[in-house]
Structure formats: C-alpha cells, structure tokens
C-alpha cells in the first residue's frame, strides 16, 4: 500500500511451494480498481484475451461447470481443461492434464473478493505429477506470467479496452 493508502499496480504475491514430493503451488494477487463484477466480466469473455491477454493468448468456450475449454498459452502450448467450478462474480477452476492423469496435471484457480469498491484477484495453480521434477524452469516461468496475466487484468478493468498487454511493441 502507497502513502494514500492505495494499493499499486505492481504489488503481489507470488509463491511456489513444493508441499509434497510430487506438488507445487504458485500464488498471485492485485487489488484491482473495479468491483468484483467488472472484474468478472473481463475475465470470462474468453474471446477477449487476446486483445489484453499476455499468458492464456486464446481462449475457446463457454464458463460453465463441466465444459471443456481449449487454452493456448504464450508458449504455443494448447490444453484443453475441463472447468470445475464456476461461481459467478467469485470463483473461477479448470482442471487439466498433459498427455494423461499422472503426468502432468493442473487446477488452475481464479478467485474474486470484493474490498469495498476494489477486487482482490486471487490467481493460483496446483500441479502435480511424474514430469513436476523435471519442470521447475517452466514453474518459474508461469510464476512470471501470472503476475503479467493480473497487471493485464487490472489495466484492462481499469483502463477500458486499451491496455498494456495490446499495445504494440514500440
């Protein structure tokens, strides 16, 4: 929090934390200048992450429990999650795996709470599976690209349809 009391753009939290041998979390939050359903609305227009989306760069489907989402991250990489909860104006969950169960799995999170007229945007993730040892590099990656995804969010939410992650490189 500055002097005035507002929370800057840049604040967050980020953590990996391996909790078991074959699980690790990563955490990020921001308190977005926007109440819970603006910020919402953005995030489930999953047409629109492209246009402001620096990390999930597509995004086909619809946000409803059960549907299956096809994800194209920044990498070029394309999962196709299943969501698990959809609590409108809340809480946001996909679960997906690569290859098959075991290897590589994700419950990928986005959780909204209101603070007065702000939103706290809580991003997390938890993977596990045999290949999590050999993918600490990409962990530290996605550390990165949450954190961008939530300052995109919030420039977006906050700056109307023209934000940092849609401008073209100068």
């Given at each position: 929090m500055n002097s005035n009391g507002q929370t800057a753009a840049h604040e967050g939290t980020l953590q990996v934390t391996p909790t078991q041998k074959r699980v690790a979390r990563i955490r990020s939050e921001v308190v977005i200048d926007?109440?819970?359903?603006?910020?919402?609305?953005v995030l489930v227009d999953f047409a629109g992450h492209a246009s402001w989306d620096p990390f999930l760069v597509k995004i086909d489907g619809v946000a409803t429990v059960g549907s299956r989402l096809r994800?194209?991250?920044?990498?070029?990489?394309?999962l196709k999650p299943t969501l698990t909860e959809v609590a409108q104006g809340r809480e946001l969950e996909w679960v997906g795996k690569l290859l098959v169960?075991?290897?590589?799995?994700a419950r990928h999170r986005f959780e909204l709470y209101p603070e007065g007229e702000k939103t706290r945007l809580v991003q997390?993730?938890?993977?596990?599976?045999?290949?999590?040892?050999?993918?600490?590099?990409t962990?530290?990656?996605?550390?990165?690209?949450?954190?961008?995804?939530?300052?995109?969010?919030?420039?977006?939410?906050?700056?109307?349809p023209t934000s940092p992650a849609a401008q073209p490189a100068s």
């Open positions: 926007a109440p819970p359903a603006a910020v919402w609305d994800v194209k991250f920044n990498n070029g990489m394309t169960a075991g290897v590589f799995d997390s993730e938890q993977f596990s599976g045999l290949m999590l040892p050999l993918l600490k590099g962990l530290r990656k996605t550390e990165r690209d949450f954190r961008a995804l939530n300052l995109a969010l919030k420039a977006r939410v906050e700056g109307g």
